[in-house]
């Protein structure tokens, strides 16, 4: 009998599966809802990074409900040199994907690199107690002509 529960300790501990992620999706009874509102790139939380409107102009993101795990973003972006991504743009059908650290959108994806690395994304912050709602996000693109990478811009959500 001894030998028989070392054998099921050893099978048992063999089929764990010791490469899991650590942080796994949490689920959103409906993240759409609790990201949705609009954001206007104007905070300077982080000192190095300059805070918009800059030359006068800023971006904005609006996120509208189309399910409980689907968003349209529309992103209004004036031409603004490396500070913007120069276009007005709509995604139509965004997944929502909830992690403990926040919200991630992905929103444009670049076929020419390899494993069609990340060309926008919009990570949004989950809300702090006391507030429910998200207030801030931050939006990484590439500007026009960038070879460089991608720039990250800070928002505060408005409504």
Same mark, same amino acid.
């Given at each position: 009998?001894?030998?028989?529960?070392?054998?099921?300790?050893?099978?048992?501990?063999?089929?764990?599966?010791?490469?899991?992620?650590?942080?796994?999706?949490? =689920?959103?009874?409906? +993240?759409?809802?609790?990201?949705?509102? @609009?954001? $206007?790139? !104007? %905070?300077? *939380?982080? =000192?190095?990074?300059? +805070?918009?409107?800059?030359?006068?102009? @800023?971006? $904005?993101? !609006? %996120?509208? *409900?189309?399910?409980?795990?689907?968003?349209?973003?529309?992103?209004?972006?004036?031409?603004?040199?490396?500070?913007?991504?120069?276009?007005?743009?709509?995604?139509?059908?965004?997944?929502?994907?909830?992690?403990?650290?926040?919200?991630?959108?992905?929103?444009?994806?670049?076929?020419?690199?390899?494993?069609?690395?990340?060309?926008?994304?919009?990570?949004?912050?989950?809300?702090?107690?006391?507030?429910?709602?998200?207030?801030?996000?931050?939006?990484?693109?590439?500007?026009?002509?960038?070879?460089?990478?991608?720039?990250?811009?800070?928002?505060?959500?408005?409504?």
């Amino acid at each position: 009998m001894k030998t028989q529960l070392i054998l099921l300790g050893i099978t048992l501990c063999a089929a764990c599966k010791h490469d899991a992620p650590v942080s796994q999706p949490l =689920p959103a009874s409906d +993240a759409a809802q609790v990201i949705a509102g @609009t954001y $206007t790139a !104007d %905070i300077a *939380r982080i =000192p190095t990074v300059k +805070a918009y409107p800059i030359n006068g102009r @800023t971006i $904005t993101v !609006d %996120i509208e *409900r189309l399910s409980p795990d689907r968003v349209r973003v529309k992103v209004q972006a004036p031409a603004n040199g490396f500070y913007s991504p120069a276009r007005d743009t709509t995604y139509e059908n965004v997944y929502v994907l909830t992690r403990p650290q926040g919200y991630y959108l992905t929103l444009e994806t670049d076929a020419t690199q390899p494993s069609n690395q990340l060309g926008s994304e919009l990570v949004i912050a989950p809300p702090l107690p006391p507030a429910t709602s998200p207030n801030w996000a931050s939006y990484v693109f590439a500007p026009p002509g960038y070879q460089k990478g991608r720039v990250s811009a800070e928002f505060i959500k408005l409504r």
